[in-house]
């Protein structure tokens, strides 16, 4: 089992920037494929990326892509999201999740089994 809290979170004006971590405990890191999701209030939580076990492979939601890059460091058990031109849509609790599964493809939240409790990101008009 792996154990992951994120930060990074804020307030931000609209076309600002954040970077979210997540740092991971527990198993070995880079076992995971790792996962970005996001839930605004009233909302289904949301797939925003996800990145292969070794770093190489990403895939993101054509509603972030451009603006959004998701990274990991293995060494320091580290999962990132920089986020850049933000919007007021954007705002929600941004969560992290460790799926044991083939494909980073798979936006859904039933492949992954391990997630974080978010952190707020909110974005200002």
């Known amino acids: 089992q792996v154990q992951l809290v994120e930060s990074g979170g804020g307030l931000v004006q609209a076309g600002g920037s954040l970077r979210l971590s997540c740092a991971a405990s527990g198993r070995t890191f880079s076992n995971y494929i790792m996962g970005w999701f996001r839930q605004a209030p009233g909302k289904a939580r949301e797939f925003v990326a996800a990145i292969s076990r070794s770093g190489g492979g990403t895939f993101h939601a054509d509603s972030v892509r451009g603006r959004f890059g998701i990274s990991r460091d293995n060494a320091k058990n580290t999962l990132y999201l920089q986020m850049n031109s933000l919007k007021p849509d954007d705002t929600a609790v941004y969560h992290c999740?460790?799926?044991?599964?083939?494909?980073?493809?798979?936006?859904?939240?039933?492949?992954?089994?391990?997630w974080g409790q978010g952190t707020q990101v909110t974005v200002s008009s």
């Open positions: 999740a460790a799926s044991t599964g083939v494909t980073i493809r798979t936006p859904n939240v039933n492949a992954y089994a391990y």
